[in-house]
């Protein structure tokens, strides 16, 4: 089950060729996808050979393997996770039933809008990041966005196997509509909010993969979970390939603001301007903005959809065999931030239809986590500043608080003290202009732009200075 088949048209392991339905439904597809990777991925670059690193198994032991691929040649296709044998649905009304080898059809419906939900964002992040390519840092940088993209691509794949596999000619057409659909465009946008905000610079991409991906992270975790034992199968591979994403996010900023603290040590100030870097409260606006718009993707803070992905076994929570409890949530309840008038309280709600903010709340320990690894760069440079999450209510336009006006440090503030205000706290047009003024491409091995840091060490075992896009 590990090995990989690479020898068919789509390499899998799910035995494909024994299911010859599956099979010409993606073989019909794959070349629609192929368009689509042309149109919108990465631009200027895909006839060029970048370094990546492709799936030769999924076990835990080196599923991996590097060397120079074309883009439009990388071999996307369909890879789960091992089964486990006897698994169960592990929580909700179904507990303690054999995991669902088909979906259930009272589900299907419900099933169905959570697995396009999640493919969506998968293409919606390359389209996102198909400029970024002509103002790479360096080749290393560059590097790692493709393979960022490609890797996207495949997570694509991934769900659009489960479409085509289980929901028939409704998964056809969603596999379709998913190939349709645009960040950003107004008549046919990407579904959730944060995958329609355009990533125009490097700034925004490393804080994207930090936040949003992260998101990512969370929200496969309690999909892997899953009492339909296909999707959790295909969840856990992909949350193998959604770490280095994450990685690519903190390590590019913990770069920035290393430089950044190297030049206020060099030209002792703190405004960087006069000499090409990016200072950290410019950082710190963008982290604010990435990151309420991240908090975004969770929902509602009260859910009746939450509730109902739980009680019917379709999504569990983070780590959801580890947790000590009834895995029913039926009488317990959870602690939630609600607004009471101009005032943010917590309060006592069911469990049940709080599940999207608990997650929310192991998604915030986790980004406090990365920021605190920044901010030991940041003491051990000798700079006394330290870069903070903004509060939960701030900038928000998903859930309760996007009812009010929220400064970073959670105060509701009036909507004439966010006007005034705001420019401070997120990027305005001239931070943005500023940033924009310092992306110009890198692209002589071992050379890095001068806002930005060289990473400890190169890719697999490859120096930094290797020649990880040919550009040729
Ligand atoms: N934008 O009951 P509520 C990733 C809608 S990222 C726009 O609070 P629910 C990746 C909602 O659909 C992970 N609309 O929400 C990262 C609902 O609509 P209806 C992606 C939103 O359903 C980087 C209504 O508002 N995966 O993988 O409990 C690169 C009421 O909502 C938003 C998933 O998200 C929004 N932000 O939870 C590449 C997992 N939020 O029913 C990839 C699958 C809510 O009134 N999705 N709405 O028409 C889910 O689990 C749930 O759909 C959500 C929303 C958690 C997103």
């Known amino acids: 089950m590990a090995g990989i088949d690479y020898t068919s048209l789509i390499p899998n392991n799910v035995a494909l060729h024994e299911n010859r339905r599956l099979q010409r439904a993606l073989e019909d597809w794959q070349p629609k996808f192929l368009d689509w990777w042309q149109d919108m991925g990465p631009t200027g670059f895909q006839a060029k050979e970048i370094y990546l690193r492709t799936a030769v198994s999924v076990d835990a032991k080196g599923w991996a393997q590097f060397g120079y691929v074309r883009m439009p040649e990388y071999r996307w296709g369909i890879f789960l996770a091992e089964p486990e044998a006897g698994r169960q649905v592990n929580f909700g009304d179904h507990k303690g039933q054999p995991a669902w080898q088909e979906v259930p059809g009272e589900y299907r419906g419900t099933l169905r809008r959570l697995i396009v939900t999640q493919g969506d964002t998968e293409p919606a992040s390359v389209e996102q990041q198909c400029h970024l390519g002509r103002t790479s840092p360096s080749l290393y940088d560059l590097r790692n966005l493709f393979q960022v993209n490609v890797e ?79 999707l959790s199968q295909t969840c856990r591979f992909m949350l193998t390939e959604e770490a280095h994403h994450m990685f690519v996010g903190e390590a590019g900023i913990m770069r920035i603001v290393q430089r950044a603290c190297e030049l206020m040590r060099e030209h002792k100030t703190d405004d960087l301007r006069p000499h090409g870097g990016i200072d950290l409260r410019l950082i710190q606006k963008y982290l604010n903005f990435h990151c309420s718009v991240s908090l975004d993707l969770f929902g509602s803070e009260i859910s009746t959809n939450a509730a109902n992905f739980y009680t019917t076994g379709l999504k569990g929570r983070f780590e959801e065999t580890k947790k000590d409890d009834d895995h029913q949530l039926k009488d317990a309840a959870y602690t939630v931030a609600g607004l009471d008038g101009e005032r943010i309280t917590v309060r006592e709600e069911a469990a049940l239809v709080s599940l999207n903010e608990r997650l929310r709340d192991d998604y915030v320990a986790d980004c406090a986590r990365g920021v605190a690894r920044w901010n030991e760069v940041i003491r051990k440079l ?42 401070d706290w997120l990027p305005n047009e001239d931070d943005k202009a500023y940033i924009q003024s310092l992306m110009h491409p890198v692209t002589e091995p071992g050379k890095f732009a001068n806002w930005i840091a060289p990473p400890p060490r190169g890719i697999n075992g490859q120096p930094v200075d290797f020649e990880y896009v040919r550009l040729g």
Not at 383 to 411: K, M, N, Q, Y
Request: aromatic letters at 12%.
């Open 152 to 230: 996207e691509g495949r997570h694509l794949w991934a769900m659009v196997y489960l479409l085509d596999a289980h929901f028939g000619r409704d998964g056809r057409e969603e596999s379709e509509a998913l190939l349709q659909r645009r960040s950003g465009n107004a008549d046919k946008p990407r579904i959730l909010g944060a995958f329609n905000e355009p990533t125009p610079d490097w700034l925004s991409f490393f804080m994207f993969c930090f936040f949003t991906d992260r998101d990512g992270k969370y929200q496969l975790a309690s999909l892997a979970e899953s009492g339909f034992d296909p």
């Open 382 to 423: 000798g700079i006394d500043v330290e870069l903070t999450l903004p509060h939960r209510a701030f900038h928000r336009a998903i859930g309760i608080f996007s009812e009010v006006r929220v400064s970073p440090d959670g105060r509701v503030i009036s909507q004439a003290e966010w006007d005034a205000r705001h420019g």
